[in-house]
Nanobody, 122 residues
Framework: QVQVVESGGGLVQAGGSLTLSCAAS?????????MGWYRQAPGTQRELAAA???????DYADSVKGRFTISRDNAKNTIYLQMNDLKPEDTAVYYC???????????????WGQGTQVTVSY
């Protein structure tokens, strides 16, 4: 099993910044490949905000490009999301995802954190 634990989040005014962290652990049989942040606002579907591979390739939603930066510490299986110039429409629950390859079964599994609330006020 892989545990995914998030930290960060909170309430911030528009134009402010926040940093989210996410660590994946319990990986003795697993190799963590891509990790990412997804977000879900009330009444909407969960969407990708940013993702990063263990090789450092990144992907961003168009709505966050230029404002959010995802980074990774492979040694710690930890990712960070630096969010700048936050807007009220960034308000959502942010979920961390880890794609873990199980070397015994030869397949990849998705693991999710419990979610952390980000609220951006006007």
């Amino acid at each position: 099993q892989v545990q995914v634990v998030e930290s960060g989040g909170g309430l911030v005014q528009a134009g402010g910044s926040l940093t989210l962290s996410c660590a994946a652990s319990g990986t003795s049989l697993f190799t963590i490949n891509a990790m990412g942040w997804y977000r879900q606002a009330p009444g909407t579907q969960r969407e990708l905000a940013a993702a990063i591979t263990n090789g450092g390739s990144t992907d961003y939603a168009d709505s966050v490009k230029g404002r959010f930066t995802i980074s990774r510490d492979n040694a710690k299986n930890t990712i960070y999301l630096q969010m700048n110039d936050l807007k009220p429409e960034d308000t959502a629950v942010y979920y961390c995802n880890a794609k873990a390859f199980n070397r015994w079964f030869g397949r990849t599994y998705d693991y999710w954190g419990q979610g952390t609330q980000v609220t951006v006020s006007y």
